[in-house]
């Protein structure tokens, strides 16, 4: 997907507030939680997110979602990894 694709579906989706988000190359966010959904295109890099005892890959034109208060942890690629995301 295409990140002016993207931005339309957030709109249509309620997803008020977007924002990038860049993670350094090969770091990792402990489990943790927001107050806020998140659905989120990946623009450049990798990266890996738990939740629970599942892990999925994400690359260059994925898109994922995560619920609000979804306890999960992230893991970022050698390159690091660059995200437009939508939070509401």
């Known amino acids: 997907m295409d990140r002016e694709a993207f931005v339309a579906q957030l ?45 999925r890959f994400y690359q260059v034109g994925d898109v994922f979602y995560l619920a609000a208060h979804l306890a999960h942890s992230e893991r970022y690629g050698p390159n690091g990894v660059r995200y437009l995301v939508g939070r509401k």
Not at 14 to 25: H, I, K, L, N, S
Not at 29 to 46: C, N, S, W
């Open 11 to 55: 709109e249509q989706e309620g997803f008020a507030e977007v924002v990038t988000v860049d993670r350094e190359p090969s770091g990792a966010l402990d489990t943790h939680e927001h107050p806020f959904e998140a659905k989120a295109l990946i623009v450049d890099g990798e990266m890996h997110i738990r939740v629970g005892d599942e892990e």
